[in-house]
Nanobody, 124 residues
Framework: VQLQASGGGLVQAGSSLRLSCAAS????????LGWFRQAPGKEREFVAA????????YYTDSVKGRFTISRDNAKNMVYLQMNSLKPEDTAVYYC??????????????????WGQGTLVTVSS
């Protein structure tokens, strides 16, 4: 599975962005999909994930109520709608695909495929 993330940019605090991730190859609909981010000087962290079946989604606490992950299996796309952006959301955002279980879905090591990352910069 090849993943291509896009949609990053420079925005002001309080703004919105929608990140997109296009997938090719593999059986997209059978993969759990995640978004991770890495801020300068920090480790990569989990942001959100969507299970391949059942529609269950997961979020890290700091983005709950502001970010929404969604997937369109027919288009092989996964999105991250980000509202009310804060300067602390500044990071490179990566999409990922893998076959995870509930206990590992927030862990980067559970994902086999990664996009190249897209930079989100939120100014105060």
């Amino acid at each position: 599975v090849q993943l291509q993330a896009s949609g990053g940019g420079l925005v002001q605090a309080g703004s919105s962005l929608r990140l997109s991730c296009a997938a090719s190859g593999g059986t997209f609909s059978r993969y759990d999909l995640g978004w991770f981010r890495q801020a300068p000087g920090k480790e990569r962290e989990f942001v959100a994930a969507a299970r391949w079946s059942g529609g269950r989604t997961y979020y890290t606490d700091s983005v709950k109520g502001r970010f929404t992950i969604s997937r369109d299996n027919a288009k092989n796309m996964v999105y991250l709608q980000m509202n009310s952006l804060k300067p602390e959301d500044t990071a490179v955002y990566y999409c990922a695909a893998g076959r995870t279980i509930v206990t590992t879905i927030r862990s980067g090591i559970a994902y086999d495929y990664w996009g190249q990352g897209t930079l989100v910069t939120v100014s105060s």
